[in-house]
């Protein structure tokens, strides 16, 4: 058994149906989008758990991931039971880490 990968995203999009980009945009028509006060999570790939982009705004955050009874995100090692939590916990580590480094280069 012979496995390929899925090179979509390099493929020419007048190829037909089969070759649809596989990251798609959060505007796409054909993106699987979850809104959520403030975050819009676009579906980028897995089952379980299934992966999703996260975006504030026109800005991607990072990546949450659904598994069959919570989230989780790709900061922490909490389980949380809302994709928002997720969201505000992934988005507050970048905030503070922002912050950190702006100490720091002050400081300096």
């Given at each position: 058994?012979?496995?390929?990968?899925?090179?979509?995203?390099?493929?020419?999009p007048?190829?037909?149906?089969?070759?649809?980009?596989?990251?798609?945009?959060p505007?796409?028509?054909?993106?699987?989008?979850?809104?959520?006060?403030?975050?819009?999570?676009v579906?980028?790939?897995?089952?379980?758990?299934?992966?999703?982009?996260?975006?504030?705004g026109?800005?991607?955050?990072?990546?949450?991931?659904?598994?069959?009874?919570?989230?989780?995100?790709?900061?922490?090692?909490?389980?949380?039971?809302?994709?928002?939590?997720?969201?505000v916990?992934?988005?507050?580590?970048?905030?503070?880490?922002?912050?950190?480094?702006?100490?720091?280069?002050?400081?300096?």
């Amino acid at each position: 058994m012979q496995n390929t990968a899925n090179m979509s995203f390099l493929q020419d999009p007048d190829w037909g149906e089969c070759c649809e980009p596989i990251l798609l945009s959060p505007t796409h028509p054909n993106a699987e989008v979850i809104e959520i006060s403030g975050y819009t999570l676009v579906y980028c790939s897995g089952a379980c758990p299934k992966i999703y982009r996260v975006y504030k705004g026109d800005s991607m955050l990072g990546l949450v991931f659904q598994h069959i009874s919570y989230w989780s995100n790709e900061v922490d090692e909490q389980q949380y039971t809302q994709p928002l939590n997720a969201a505000v916990a992934l988005d507050d580590f970048f905030l503070v880490a922002s912050m950190t480094n702006a100490t720091s280069d002050i400081a300096a």
